[in-house]
């Protein structure tokens, strides 16, 4: 029997065109979707259309404010840095960026796991002490 990759069903070679045409993201940004996920690409924006979520992360990159709840939701991330530097790998390309977009995914957990302030801002403060350690 053949064991199929999840995001493999309803997988085709231009996916990435038909998300740019459906969803109205850049290439580039579908193009990361479907390298990334395969077709569980169209789910994740299928859920951030309509929770409004199907912009960038951050400017110059790829990533997708609805790849942050999609992995909250789905991939049982538990602290910003799954996010940042396991899931989008934003910290080890870009730990600026990464450094820049933690109040937003710190805030985005806080709300997902109902996280006090305090909570937050100690979540907050572990990822950054981790992200000063990737800092060219």
Known sequence: ????????K????????????????????????VSSYGSIAQTILDKGKLNALNSLLVEGHPMLLAEVQWSLEEEMV???MDILARRTRLAT???HAAKAVLPKVTEMMRVHFGWTQEKASQEMDEALSELSYMTP
């Not at 029997?1 to 493999?8: E, N, Y």
């Not at 309803?10 to 979707?33: D, K, R, W």
């Open 1 to 8: 029997t053949q064991v199929r990759l999840i995001g493999s």
């Open 10 to 33: 309803g997988y085709h070679p231009s996916l990435s065109n038909t998300l740019v045409n459906q969803f109205g993201i850049s290439q580039a940004t579908a193009e990361y979707l």
């Open 78 to 80: 538990q602290k910003p």
């Open 93 to 95: 390309l870009d730990v």
